[in-house]
């Protein structure tokens, strides 16, 4: 079954089980599909039916299902609960995912949150937020079941029977001094079959791998690499124990990491949020930052180019380079921003648009009918950077040929020059990323890998196109002007 006509399918039954008003059913219902399915499936559904869905189910239906829904939704679906309604659902969501809900929300939500949790629902969420982003600590499950090292075998199981809501699959757990220094693990197996008035501290594994709150995220998952772990203990500067980390929890941060190893790659400042909910400003600003530093920085190959041509052609008297009423002198002057300023642009924003949207495919972000909506993006996208770099290539220029030229740049031909770069700048840039930003969409379209949009492949067909809009306007202002 197809994933749309599986969200159909959830749908249309429980609209029909929401007109027979049949609660029984709907819960029946939830129970028979993972809560993913559900929480798409409701996607494109009013608030008011995903409320009404939420109140009807059981409490710990509700709280499995919400952290699938998406943020804008979550966000609206909060913002008309009321704060009975919501300290059930947050108390039965685990404090992880929690924080994972929070770091999505305005300000304004999160204080609603916070304020219709419990006083130790709160305790544990502050525990969390206080340490930075991409540390061990932000990402860490403060829920957990600490066995004391003096406890015998049968107060361990009652204690995991008791708690056995706040435990996530595991089928290891922590042993603790009366102090909460951390002592070692011990795993299921052995409290099953070991005899109940055994010690726990007899058969805790003192050889315990963790993890340190302010640690970078990227720490814990070699951990579990190299480890082969489902579970880390976290401790303090102290080493007491304050949270665990959880496979699951690992999953999201190398998403995270991946995502911002391939924009660093692409030439791109990594953003957070998912392709369509990045802002057309930020999304600018992630890739026009690295295009005005390549672009000066191809300002020093054009300079040295410069140089060896006025050497060579220096050493024929026949000719005069510097006769800027030359036709020569024209000619050379084209060609050297084309190779260095217009189509290294041209094929780094290509590159930037295509990873982008490549990124976000991978990640189920963009999908095959999003194709307009993509045009239309990387369209507003492309005119701002267009304008902006321009202006940037602007004062690059005049900045190039007053020291070549010794502070004279009043020759016509020089401004000729400037402009016709910064057309044919504007020009390719724009189209740079409308064919990198939909190429990928096509691709997945035509069953084919959308990664070969984002390769060398595709930067070398911007630089024909951008050579040919270059030297196309260049024909037409030297017959035009010059001859």
């Known amino acids: 079954m197809s994933i749309d006509s599986k969200k159909k399918e959830i749908i249309d ?8 008003n049949d609660i029984k059913g709907l819960r029946s219902l939830v129970e028979k599909y993972y809560p993913y399915d559900i929480a798409k499936a409701l996607e494109e559904k009013d608030e008011s039916i995903i409320i009404l869905l939420l109140r009807l189910l059981t409490t710990d239906q509700s709280a499995e299902l919400f952290p ?8 609206n679906v909060i913002s008309l609960m009321n704060s009975k309604e919501i300290n059930e659902i947050f108390e039965n969501i685990y404090s992880d995912d929690i924080v994972d809900i929070l770091e999505e929300m305005p300000s304004n939500i999160v204080k609603k949150i916070l304020r219709s949790s419990t006083p130790e629902s709160r305790e544990q969420l502050n525990t969390i937020l206080k340490y930075d982003d991409d540390t061990v600590g932000s990402i860490m499950n403060v829920e957990y079941i600490r066995l004391r090292d003096n406890w015998t075998v049968e107060e361990c199981i009652n204690e995991l029977k008791e708690k056995k809501d706040i435990v996530e699959e595991q089928s290891f757990f922590f042993v603790v001094d009366k102090l909460n220094n951390l002592k070692g693990i011990v795993d299921i197996k052995s409290l099953l079959f070991e005899s109940r008035d055994t010690l726990v501290s007899d058969i805790t594994n003192e050889r315990v791998i963790s993890a340190y709150t302010r640690d970078d995220q990227e720490s814990v998952i070699d951990l579990f690499k190299k480890y082969e772990l489902s579970i880390i203990p976290v401790t303090n500067s102290q080493n007491k124990l304050v949270g665990v980390v959880t496979f699951d929890d690992v999953f999201e941060v190398i998403e995270e990491e991946v995502t911002e190893d391939i924009q660093k790659m692409a030439a791109i400042r990594p953003t957070e949020d998912e392709y369509f909910k990045t802002s057309i400003w930020r999304m600018m600003k992630s890739r026009c930052i690295w295009l005005i530093i390549l672009m000066t920085l191809a300002t020093l190959t054009q300079t040295i180019v410069f140089l060896f041509l006025k050497l060579f052609i220096s ?5 005069k380079l510097m006769d800027i009423s030359s036709g020569l002198f024209y000619i050379i002057l084209m060609v050297l921003p084309v190779t260095n300023v ?20 991978s990640l189920k972000e963009v999908k095959t009918n999003d194709y307009w909506r993509v045009l239309w993006k990387e369209l507003r996208v492309s005119l701002i950077t267009g304008i902006v770099l321009v202006i940037i290539n602007l004062i690059r220029s005049l900045i190039f040929y007053s020291i070549q030229f010794k502070g004279d740049v009043s020759s016509n031909i020089v401004w000729y020059t400037i ?5 044919s700048l504007f020009l390719c840039l724009i189209f740079s990323k409308l064919v990198g930003g939909t190429l ?5 379209k035509f069953k084919w890998d959308p990664a070969i949009m984002a390769s060398p492949i595709l930067s070398t067909f911007i630089d ?3 050579t040919s809009i270059f030297f196309g306007f260049t024909y037409i202002f030297y017959c035009s002007f010059i001859l």
């Open 464 to 466: 024909i196109v951008s």
């Open 315 to 319: 050493k024929d008297p026949n000719i």
């Open 440 to 444: 990928p969409i096509m691709a997945k």
């Open 13 to 20: 039954k429980i609209e029909f089980l929401l007109k027979q």
């Open 68 to 75: 699938y829904l998406e943020p804008e939704i979550q966000e």
């Open 342 to 361: 217009v189509s290294s642009t041209s094929g780094n924003s290509v590159i930037q648009s295509s990873t982008m949207v490549v990124r976000a495919i």
């Open 419 to 423: 402009a016709i770069t910064s057309v």
